[in-house]
């Protein structure tokens, strides 16, 4: 994982040394078609880093699904995801993806608080929990008050071993469950009446919890995501249902090939996979956060960067050292999976005594790396914001 990330902190500096925040994602986006293939795939147990998820014996069907994602022309920033006769209603911000509501021929859901599908950058261990509320239509004759729960993780990292027999690195899988119940009002005949009923209640997030704690009848939905660097929709997705508790009545898996997901436009995609594809073969990058071996005559950091300091202020990394050369130094703070967030550079002289200060609002707490490319030679180090 570490070596990967150095490799694209490396082709980042060579080829866009100016940027500030360089990412891919992992957002919905309209005019997107995706081609899904439903599979046989149950191996979700296994939690940690460094895993290998093998899919090399998945057989997949000549026959895809597809899934259409277009704007919401009422709603601004909202974008329809239409797949299986389903559509459900997406809205991005900077760091994350919502659900607010889905509709079929049968249901039609409003959430006037969404559900948090993914939050961004993607950090092993990281996790988050929360509340979602809303209206539910059945067929337009019952009507309900639906709500629940979510947890969302991110409980794995590493391989994937692809049907088509290529290796994919720096895969996370996002893990979520959610917990669903629902108010009925017999006496409720039309939307706008129910809309109205549900604005009167109130139901604050502790009746929330124990609506779900108390209730016998609660939906309780398992769905995992694989997302590798450079590709935006998942790689695979198991959905499990059933009632809570008891053993799922239905488990779907739906693969969607990397090679498919490369025919989209994607510019902010097609450069993080440039840049892995560029320089994954030049070997660059180290394991445990040691600077490469050094080139003949080239130094290495520490050669050249005496008494570095790195001190970590809520927000702030301030980074101090003594040069032993003229040098060019480069920091990036960046996600445990490679993602940069931060680019700053500064050039000094033999005997300088030298101080950088990267600030980092916006940024989730959390693990981060922070390297350092001294004269293209690289170390790093984790550090927590």
């Known amino acids: 994982m570490k070596q990967i990330s150095i490799i694209i902190a490396l082709a980042l500096l060579t080829t866009i040394a100016n940027a500030q925040n360089i990412k891919g994602s992992h957002q919905v986006r309209a005019n997107d078609e995706v081609k899904k293939h439903q599979v046989e795939y149950a191996a979700v147990d296994s939690t940690g880093q ?101 947890r969302v993780a991110v409980d794995g990292t590493g391989s994937m071993l692809l049907p088509s027999g290529d290796t994919l690195r720096h895969v996370s899988r996002v893990h979520s469950t959610k917990l669903t119940s629902a108010r009925f009002f017999p006496e409720v005949q039309r939307e706008r009446m129910l809309k109205a009923v549900v604005d009167s209640i109130k ?21 995992y995501r694989w997302y590798a660097a450079g590709y935006r929709y998942p790689v695979l997705e198991v959905i499990s249902t059933g009632y809570k508790g008891e053993k799922p009545w239905t488990t779907e898996a739906f693969y969607c090939a990397p090679e498919d997901q490369q025919q989209l436009y994607d510019p902010e ?33 520490d050669d050249i960067l005496q008494d570095l300091n790195v001190v970590v ?73």
């Open 313 to 385: 202020n809520n927000n702030t990394i301030t980074v101090g050292y003594t040069l032993q050369q003229d040098a060019t130094v480069t920091a990036m703070v960046c996600s445990t999976s490679g993602v940069v967030y931060r680019l700053q550079s500064q050039t000094g002289q033999t005997g300088d005594h030298c101080q950088m200060t990267i600030l980092c609002d916006g940024l989730r707490r959390g693990q981060y790396v922070l390297y350092m490319n001294v004269n293209g030679q690289v170390t790093s180090q984790t550090v927590n914001l």
């Open 203 to 223: 139901f604050p997030v502790d009746s929330i919890r124990q609506g779900i704690a108390m209730d016998t009848l609660v939906i309780e939905t398992d769905t």
């Open 50 to 150: 460094d895993l290998v998820w093998d899919l090399s014996e998945v057989e997949l069907p000549k026959w895809t699904l597809t899934a259409d994602y277009t704007e919401e022309d009422s709603r601004k920033g909202v974008v329809i995801g239409t797949e299986r006769g389903t559509r459900d209603y997406y809205r991005s911000e900077p760091a994350a993806l919502l659900l607010t509501g889905f509709e079929n021929n049968l249901l039609k859901v409003e959430y006037d608080q969404p559900e948090l599908l993914l939050r961004m950058p993607l950090v092993y261990g990281d996790h988050y929990e929360g509340q979602f509320h809303g209206t539910s239509v059945y067929c337009e004759k019952v009507f309900s008050h639906t709500f629940g729960t979510y």
């Open 269 to 301: 995609n097609e450069e993080a996979r440039k840049l892995l594809a560029d320089n994954e073969s030049n070997g660059s990058g180290t394991e445990n956060g040691n600077s490469p071996d050094k080139e003949d005559g080239k130094k290495s950091v």
